[in-house]
């Protein structure tokens, strides 16, 4: 059964993505990528990861993955102090 995602279901995605240096492939280079995404299977960050390797040259070492919610509830806190200034 396919479910189709709502917007609820996208997250603010974010990579650190670790690849070979394609002329000095022993050096790690760091690259932040930052997308909209659905978790766990990720797919908008996958069809950017087979595109490095279809077309970029530095061989990909490591992927780190984080997510956000792009809504969350209103917080609610009680004043604690109530300050006048005449």
Partial sequence: MHRVSS??????????ILYHLPDHPRLLQSF???DFDIAPRF???????DFW???LEGKL???????VP?????GLRHATTVLRLH
């Fill in 7 to 16: 917007p609820r279901d996208y997250h603010l995605t974010t990579a650190e």
């Fill in 32 to 34: 932040i990528w930052q």
């Fill in 43 to 49: 797919p908008v960050l996958h069809g950017f990861l």
């Fill in 53 to 55: 390797n279809r077309e």
């Fill in 61 to 67: 070492h490591s992927v780190r993955v984080a997510r």
């Fill in 70 to 74: 792009l809504t969350r509830p209103p």
